[in-house]
T-cell receptor, first 111, second 112 residues
Framework: SQQGEEDPQALSIQEGENATMNCSYK?????LQWYRQNSGRGLVHLIL?????REKHSGRLRVTLDTSKKSSSLLITASRAADTASYFC???????????FGAGTRLFVKA | EAQVTQNPRYLITVTGKKLTVTCSQN?????MSWYRQDPGLGLRQIYY???????DKGDVPEGYKVSRKEKRNFPLILESPSPNQTSLYFC???????????FGSGTRLTVV
């Protein structure tokens, strides 16, 4: 089953612009996470937001969560070429022990 | 260095020949999990383990086995691999639950 679905599938922007990716999910969750993957390598955890939080920041990252709409967004401000990667959202299944990933958004930042 | 180590990185095998992909973590994490990644499908969970001797199925467990005899190791076993198991496999661990995973570097498996 696929819980999180990212939108858009791919995004191409210029260096310095902001990048926004969205994630929608289907069932109640305890938390939502965002990960980054550089070309086929292992995923790297970026940020976790709990179901009772609405917004969270970490450096140039801003994550929002709207549990009423079952959606989250990841904003990367002042993007850099090094931000080129695939970004995945991941949720639990409500019970907390399974982690379900979406298909990802591929971000390309042009220098 | 805190890490999850998977071996091998690349593996080409033939249909039906049993294989094991090893996974080891040095962070004393309780939770470990296996995922496969296929184009357009994202990561799908195969099995997870909440602690030693405690394992459970993920979304795509068919054709795979796991064991968790020690806290640090969580091998993935394919008893009779088939071509549809050709994929990129990731092992991941976290302190508890499935939060804040540390991922291994991946194992690219080809079954011919």
């Amino acid at each position: 089953s696929q819980q999180g679905e990212e939108d858009p599938q791919a995004l191409s922007i210029q260096e310095g612009e902001n990048a926004t990716m969205n994630c929608s999910y289907k069932t109640s969750i305890n938390n939502l996470q965002w990960y980054r993957q550089n070309s086929g390598r292992g995923l790297v955890h970026l940020i976790l937001i709990r179901s009772n939080e609405r917004e969270k920041h970490s450096g140039r990252l801003r994550v929002t969560l709207d549990t009423s709409k079952k959606s989250s967004s990841l904003l990367i401000t002042a993007s850099r070429a090094a931000d080129t990667a695939s970004y995945f959202c991941a949720t639990d299944d409500g019970g907390g022990f399974k982690t379900i990933f979406g298909a990802g958004t591929r971000l390309f930042v042009k220098a | 260095e805190a890490q999850v180590t998977q071996n091998p990185r690349y593996l080409i095998t033939v249909t039906g020949k049993k294989l094991t992909v090893t996974c080891s973590q040095n962070m004393n994490h309780e939770y470990m999990s296996w995922y496969r990644q296929d184009p357009g499908l994202g990561l799908r969970q195969i099995y997870y383990s909440m602690n030693v001797e405690v394992t459970d199925k993920g979304d795509v467990p068919e054709g795979y086995k796991v064991s968790r005899k020690e806290k640090r190791n969580f091998p993935l076993i394919l008893e009779s691999p088939s071509p549809n198991q050709t994929s990129l496999y990731f092992c991941a661990s976290s302190l508890f639950g499935g939060y804040g995973y540390t991922f291994g570097s991946g194992t690219r498996l080809t079954v011919v």
